[in-house]
């Protein structure tokens, strides 16, 4: 730990950084400190990413100054940073499927023998070494892209923390790890913190961020808020910082109570029980009522996504699952849609018809391709043009091809067959990511209309916005586990990420 007298091993002053329109970062101060674990918070968008990825050279057009060793550096590239110790896990995975562990956990720097050929045997033997100090017991011959997706995480991490950087910066490095393999990442952090390197650590779980760091430094809309010791601050106190409580800025809606308005009488239409997938999630049990909302928050890769898919017959889970009290087997998705069970994922592209008109989005489903045929298009577009004014949807008219529309214009397209056809569930996974803030408004109140019909809805998403504005009653996932449950009563954005 430093006393302050010490100088910083990586100091960064004054950094701005834009993308186009968008200011990424303003004019940021951040310092990091050899033998310290710094974690790094703040909501998506906050610049995190773009600043941790200046450090490691992957940005090179920012203003401001970087200084390593109290010396100025100018990186051209990822390589140059790596050439004076500085690693990086990137959010986004980056190992190579097709490879085994061994040519993963070496990428770019392998071995040679002597006459200059790779060095197979020395690369599977130090390579299993590294894979085994953080506890993974894995033949290093394996191809990577046939391990669970966790392990492939934790293969990544061993690569940069075995690289021998000085400097090693995690990007949300946990969201596909088991509690246990958390345990054993953090055991390799603190290690590698007594041998003296600095380790940034960024991540959503801030109990993670609170135990493990000695110090959290606060992002809000591109600028650092806060640097403080742990010991000097709580979770409240870092959501505080994080969601701009007691400024006067646009998120403070949020951050004010918001009524549920649970119907706890109306009749369950789906019911789980302890509901089981993989590593995804485990032990659900939940029930969806007639005419409500029910909203699943959760960080990206808590296991919401697979559970939509699981309601849905996309995955196969274990455990039960009732629609209005008969049990179903939902092995496949044909057998979720003949039920009346409808979903739309967070890629609309899979569920609309780019090169068709609108009308013929709007008036099928995938599964009506052939019944379609019965409707004539005079009746088609007649229905399609009431939805057009209805639902706000910006377009010339109801010939126009799909593809041609904006993001949130398909979206509500994709909602507006669900008026037509009324299903008993409809799951939405992510409905507004991505929209402006009028598209968003409009697919609230598409949504409300279809919940008003009888219809039980869940909404699957990862930011707290979406379940806020949308839901009647909101279960919260951590890590494969439904953790919480706000009903009945009031919800603030602060106390959902609380929750989580
Ligand atoms: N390569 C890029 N091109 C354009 N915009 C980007 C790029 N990378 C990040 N941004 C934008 O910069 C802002 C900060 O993003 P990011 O650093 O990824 O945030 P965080 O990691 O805190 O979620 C966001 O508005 C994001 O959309
Ligand atoms: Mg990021």
Redesign the pocket.
């Known amino acids: 730990m430093t006393d302050g007298s010490e100088k910083p091993l990586l100091e960064m002053i004054g950094i701005s950084k834009s993308?186009?329109g968008?200011q990424?970062l303003r004019d940021v101060d951040f310092s990091l400190y050899a033998g310290e674990i710094h974690g790094l918070v703040?909501e998506?968008?906050?610049?995190?990413?773009?600043m941790m990825k200046i450090i490691a050279g992957v940005h090179h057009g920012y203003e401001g100054t970087m200084k390593i060793d109290g010396r100025e550096v100018h990186f051209r590239s990822a390589r140059d940073a790596l050439d004076v110790g500085i690693g990086m896990v990137h959010q986004e995975l980056s190992i190579v499927a097709d490879l085994t562990v061994a040519e993963n956990v070496f990428l770019g720097t392998q071995p040679v023998t002597a006459i200059g050929t790779v060095d197979w045997a020395r690369m599977v033997r130090e390579s299993r070494e590294h894979l085994s100090r953080l506890g993974i017991d894995v033949d290093p011959r394996t191809r990577i892209g046939d391990l669970p997706i966790g392990l492939q995480q934790l293969i990544e991490i061993a690569r940069v923390l075995s690289s021998g950087a000085r400097i090693i910066i995690l990007d949300e490095p946990t969201s596909a790890l088991s509690p246990p393999e958390v345990e054993r990442l953090f055991a390799m952090l603190r290690k590698l913190k007594s041998d003296g390197k600095a380790i940034v650590f960024i991540s959503h779980f801030l109990d993670d961020i609170l135990s493990i760091s000695d110090k959290v430094t606060i992002?809000r809309n591109g600028r650092k808020v806060l640097t403080a010791r742990v010991a000097e601050i709580d979770k409240r106190g870092v959501i505080e910082n994080m969601i701009g409580a007691g400024h006067r800025e646009l998120e403070e809606s949020y951050t004010g109570e918001i009524k549920l308005d649970t119907r706890f009488d109306a009749p369950v239409v789906l019911e789980t029980r302890d509901l089981s997938f993989e590593r995804a999630f485990r032990g659900v049990s939940l029930k969806v009522r007639a005419g409500e909302v029910l909203g699943i928050y959760g960080f990206m890769g808590c296991g919401q996504v697979e559970l939509a898919r699981a309601l849905f017959g996309k995955v196969r889970a274990d455990g039960t699952v009732a629609l209005e009290g008969k049990p179903l087997r939902l092995t496949r998705t044909s057998i979720a849609r003949e039920e009346g069970i409808a979903y739309v994922p967070e890629s609309r592209r899979a569920m609309l018809f780019h090169h068709e008109p609108l009308y013929k989005n709007m008036s099928i489903s995938i599964l009506d391709r052939i019944s379609r045929l019965l409707l004539k298009p005079s009746v088609e577009r007649t229905i399609a043009d009431g939805h057009i004014k209805d639902l706000r949807i910006r377009t010339p008219g109801p010939n126009q091809l799909l593809g041609n529309l904006s993001g949130g214009n398909q979206q509500k397209v994709a909602l507006a067959k669900w008026l037509t056809h009324a299903p008993k569930v409809l799951i939405l996974s992510e409905p507004t990511r991505g929209m402006d803030v009028g598209a968003k408004e409009d697919v609230v109140r598409i949504v409300r209309g279809l919940r008003d019909k009888g219809i039980a809805v869940v909404v699957v998403s990862t930011e707290p916005e979406t379940v806020l504005s949308l839901a009647d009653r909101i279960l919260v996932m951590k890590r494969g586990e439904i953790v919480r449950e706000f009903a009945g009563d009031t919800v603030s954005k602060d106390r959902l990420l609380e929750a989580a």
């Open positions: 993308f186009g968008v990424a703040g998506n968008g906050a610049g995190k990413s773009t992002f």
